[in-house]
């Protein structure tokens, strides 16, 4: 059963700051890796989709890679801005009757 | 965005209640899928269809039914609702379930059950 770990669980950082978030997943065998934001009270947004194939995707100024071999995702923020601050979520997508399995998220704050 | 609406937008029931949730998209997605989200446990998935009246159960599908008559709307039931079940629910869309693609969200549905 795949399970997926998002740690920390909140993070803080003043703005303009780079950061990292960090996504892991027991089952390597994966078709593709997700990340999600979250604004408080409101539904899931797509941010980025990795293929098993693909290494990494970029976005603005975000960048997801993926590393099947380590059951390992990072999701790269770069110069922070309040606006950025939300829930952030990663789910692995797989077979089986829950083919999107999510993390518990990483509650983001960025300070002005 | 995404056309996917979700009714009502905040709920309060008693126990034993029947409650229905309805799920409407304008995307004509084939998979439609429902979530619940709670602290500590994060999102887990309830029920799919990935066809009119093609439905399967999910992580947690426990006390919950579904019924997909349309394209568009995919309906969630509590035949008796439970305090356990109180918890946002979440409808979500794709256009494939293969992973090709990403799914895409409404806005949620808050359920008190008391």
């Known amino acids: 059963k795949q399970e997926v770990t998002q740690i920390p669980a909140a993070l803080s950082v003043p703005e303009g700051e780079n950061l990292v978030l960090n996504c892991s997943f027991t089952d390597s065998a994966i078709y593709n890796l997700q990340w999600f934001r979250q604004d408080p009270g409101k539904g899931l947004t797509s941010l980025l989709l990795i293929q098993s194939s693909q290494r990494e995707q970029t976005s603005g100024r975000l960048n997801a890679s993926l590393d099947k071999s380590s059951g390992r995702s990072t999701l790269y923020i770069a110069a922070s801005q309040p606006g950025d601050s939300a829930t952030y979520l990663c789910a692995a997508f797989s077979t089986g009757n829950t083919p999107l399995v999510f993390g518990k998220g990483t509650r983001l704050s960025v300070i002005a | 965005d995404a056309g996917i609406t979700q009714s009502p937008r905040h709920k309060v029931t008693e126990t034993g209640t029947p409650v229905t949730l309805r799920c409407h998209q304008t995307e004509n997605h084939r998979y439609m899928y429902w979530y619940r989200q709670d602290p500590g446990h994060g999102l887990r998935l309830i029920h799919y269809s990935y066809g009119v009246k093609d439905t399967d159960k999910g992580e947690v599908s426990d006390g919950y039914s579904v019924s997909r008559s349309k394209t568009e709307d995919f309906l969630l039931t509590l035949e008796s609702a439970t305090s356990s079940q109180t918890s946002v629910y979440f409808c979500?869309?794709?256009?494939?379930?293969?992973?090709?693609?990403?799914?895409?969200f409404g806005p949620g549905t808050r359920l008190t059950v008391l």
């Open positions: 979500a869309i794709s256009d494939s379930g293969t992973g090709a693609d990403t799914q895409y």
